[in-house]
């Protein structure tokens, strides 16, 4: 990141969708509407994205729908600084209408949006997509 901005870490963004803290979840759901409107700034990591996505579908038993329909406005919010934040889009689309993984469908999108759709892998998730071809090593 090029300015100096604070980080924010995944479970603020957990807390902010489960509702589920008396003292945590107000302040996380202030702080989105602060990101929203541009009064404040903050940036995060794909990792952090990555997290989220786990910990709503394992912990708090969101669907692959649901998660996506939570997390892609927050991610999209204009103080929430993501490189390749564009990508998201993309990802989530992977994860609501295939059954790979999370991390697979990041790795997908991640190659799509390259010069070259290969994908060296023994994965053979990778073949339900026909936008890449996965290669053997």
Not at 45 to 61: F, N, T, W
Not at 82 to 88: E, S, V, Y
Request: glycine content about 6%; some cysteine; hydrophobic content about 40%.
């Amino acid at each position: 990141m090029t300015e100096a901005l604070p980080f924010l870490d995944t479970n603020v963004l957990v807390r902010h969708l489960a509702g589920d803290h008396p003292e945590q979840s107000p302040r996380c759901r202030a702080l989105v509407v602060d990101l929203e409107t541009g009064s404040r700034s903050a940036w995060t990591s794909h990792l952090v994205v990555a997290e989220a996505v786990y910990v709503l579908v394992r912990i708090y038993g969101f669907g692959r729908q649901q998660a996506a329909v939570a997390l892609l406005p927050l991610i999209e919010l204009s103080g929430l600084k993501i490189p390749r934040k564009r990508l998201f889009r993309r990802v989530f689309e992977l994860f609501t209408t295939t059954p790979l993984t999370y991390p697979d469908c990041y790795h997908a999108a991640l190659v799509e949006r390259s010069g070259d759709r290969r994908v060296i892998s023994f994965d053979q998730g990778f073949d339900r997509l026909s936008t890449l071809k996965r290669i053997g090593p």
